[in-house]
């Protein structure tokens, strides 16, 4: 290997962020940092874009250790081989490690008509379009938010408090994650603030139009604007380039996050699957995954056996507008317990953890290696998983006649 090494981390979100930066902690590793926006987007806040409220983005000298070579681009391809990346501009960059945090956005609904009439806000792009959009529409019109996770309650408690006429449509259970005493506490914020929940089998969306929503029972809702908050897709980078990768196109990596098809390959965060269990999708898991990843490169470069994933989980935070929120306790498996702070005090924690993943990684930037969330223990549910999967595996072989 060369005297120097040569890292590129393609993605500048949470994961990607977090590892360019504990990279740096190594005087002979150089590393290039790859991503098609010149800021730093602070997806947890994109609601907050959509309302108007805040702006979702960080400079990136705030949040990106001096070390740390930006290039604005898009990877066009991994030439696994040749260990190099193709980009859009038509150059191509060489390394002797190759960090894949390329994040997650929109998944392609394939709802009729939601890909014409529906806004989709899971990239900074998506919630950008929509803005003015809102701001064109009249204070009254109907504005309706398809999907109950964290994203569509917040996007839908954000509107709300403005003013708007917001109905929010679960297409099965509000909230899935939360405690159900979680989710009494936040159907009562959501009444108060006005908006209609529907929830139940029979609210699964079929159809979407220029200005209407029709549901699987009938019901067809009247909607100016229709918000789309239905799931994650990631991108098609690892499939277009051969590796290895999981149904929805998730890297798939070991419990190292090491691909499974190169030992000089290791991803991280929303685009990883490792060992084909892939974490939740959410800033929680890839700040510790970024990091986890560098160590696993510099484990590699010092000739050590990298250690494996340790997730652990505490929490699901929620904001209902600006002076509301729940904060949703969980165990260390990332279950709900029956335990959370909503409320006024739900909001100030939503907004702590807001700001405090912001300081983590300008910590990490300052100061390489001093960031510790990944070594705190998940605890025995993954390994039961694991351990499930393989007991699983050899029975399937055999049902197939392998």
């Known amino acids: 290997m060369n ?4 890292v590129v981390v393609i993605g500048g979100g949470y994961a990607g962020v977090m590892a360019a930066n504990r990279l740096t902690q190594r005087g002979d590793v150089t590393v290039t940092l790859i991503n098609p926006r010149r800021s730093f987007v602070h997806r947890i806040r994109l609601h907050q874009l959509v309302g108007g409220t805040d702006g979702a983005v960080v400079d990136y000298r705030e949040v990106l250790g001096k070390g740390v070579r930006l290039v604005v681009d898009t990877v066009t391809e991994i030439d696994a081989a040749g260990r190099s990346v193709k980009l859009a501009s038509g150059g191509t960059v060489g390394y002797d490690y190759l960090v894949y ?19 989709p806000i899971g990239t900074f792009e998506e919630a950008g379009r929509l803005r003015p959009v809102l701001d064109a529409a009249p204070a009254t019109a109907a504005v309706t938010v398809v999907g109950a996770g964290p994203t569509g309650i917040e996007t839908a408690a954000e509107l709300a408090e403005q003013g708007r006429a917001v109905t929010l449509v679960c297409g099965g259970v509000l909230g899935p994650y939360l405690h159900p005493r979680g989710r009494r506490s936040v159907a009562r914020r959501l009444a108060r603030l006005g908006v209609t929940v529907l929830d139940g089998p029979d609210t699964r969306v079929t159809a979407v139009t220029r ?22 897709g990631v991108p098609d980078l690892a499939v277009r380039s051969g590796l290895s990768t999981d149904t929805l196109g ?20 929303d685009s990883a699957a490792p060992s084909g269990l892939p974490l939740r999708m959410s800033c929680q898991a890839a700040m510790p995954m970024g990091a986890r990843a560098a160590d696993t490169v510099l484990s590699r470069i010092a000739g050590e056996q990298p250690e494996t994933l340790n997730q652990s989980f505490a929490a699901q935070c929620i904001s209902l507008g600006r002076g509301d929120g729940i904060f949703q306790f969980a165990n260390r498996s990332d279950v709900a317990v029956w ?11 939503k907004e702590t953890v807001c700001v405090g993943v912001v300081k983590h990684l300008a910590d990490e930037a300052g100061k390489p290696g001093g960031y510790r969330l990944h070594r705190i223990s998940g605890g025995p549910a993954r390994q039961r998983l694991l351990q499930a999967k393989q007991a699983e595996a050899p029975a399937t072989a055999q049902r197939a006649g392998v």
């Open 3 to 6: 005297e120097n090494t040569h």
């Open 101 to 119: 945090a390329v994040g997650s956005g929109s998944a392609d609904p394939n709802v009729p008509g939601a890909a014409e009439f529906a806004y």
């Open 211 to 232: 200005d209407a929503v029709r549901l699987g029972g009938g019901r067809e809702l009247p909607s100016t604007v229709t918000i789309w908050t239905v799931g994650f």
């Open 250 to 269: 998730r890297l798939l990596t070991d419990e190292t996050l090491t691909s499974v098809d190169d030992a000089r390959i290791i991803a991280a965060g």
């Open 339 to 349: 335990f959370n702070i909503d409320g006024r005090l739900g909001a100030k924690l």
